[in-house]
């Protein structure tokens, strides 16, 4: 729709003379003159400018929801390129992991694996978390991009189910 300034019925009133109420938007004449057609032809003008201003608008959403996935996407592959480029998986000789999001290293004989689990020393958190004494952890990644000092990890936790 088109902004049109100082538009008015224009219908012959009862005395001849044109009215001079001002109408807006699809609305071709005032309340008072307009037929029914008129109102028909206003309400499917509105109608189809709804419709249409919601196409695009969700036309448009869609597109930027598409930008974005790619984007993400892009932002992921750079992350892991990177990650792969700083990965480091020995430190002194020995074998780095990590557990939940902290790395270790590991000091035993036989190299730790994804899903293994270990015995974590006891610090300030799990201490008042869990109580004095190790914890369990499990290995979910083996390598590290921490560039810091590393804690060593305990030793293997036993296996409660079993299976190991």
Request: aromatic letters at 6%.
């Amino acid at each position: 729709m088109h902004y049109q300034p100082d538009r008015t019925c224009g219908r012959p009133t009862r005395s001849g003379a044109p009215c001079k109420i001002r109408v807006s938007g699809s609305d071709v004449a005032c309340g008072t003159h307009a037929t029914e057609q008129d109102k028909a032809v206003a309400e499917s003008r509105r109608k189809g400018w709804t419709e249409g201003f919601e196409a695009g608008r969700e036309s448009g959403a869609s597109s930027s929801k598409s930008r974005i996935a790619q984007l993400e996407k892009r932002v992921e592959e750079l992350q892991e390129q990177l990650d792969a480029e700083r990965r480091v998986y020995e430190v002194d000789g020995f074998q780095v992991v990590q557990v939940g999001k902290y790395a270790y290293r590991w000091r035993g004989s036989d190299p730790l694996r994804v899903g293994d689990r270990v015995l974590l020393p006891e610090n300030w958190l799990s201490k008042v978390k869990e109580g004095p004494g190790h914890t369990v952890g499990v290995v979910t990644r083996l390598g590290t991009t921490y560039r810091g000092s590393l804690t060593d990890i305990v030793g293997r936790a036993l296996a409660t189910d079993g299976n190991d």
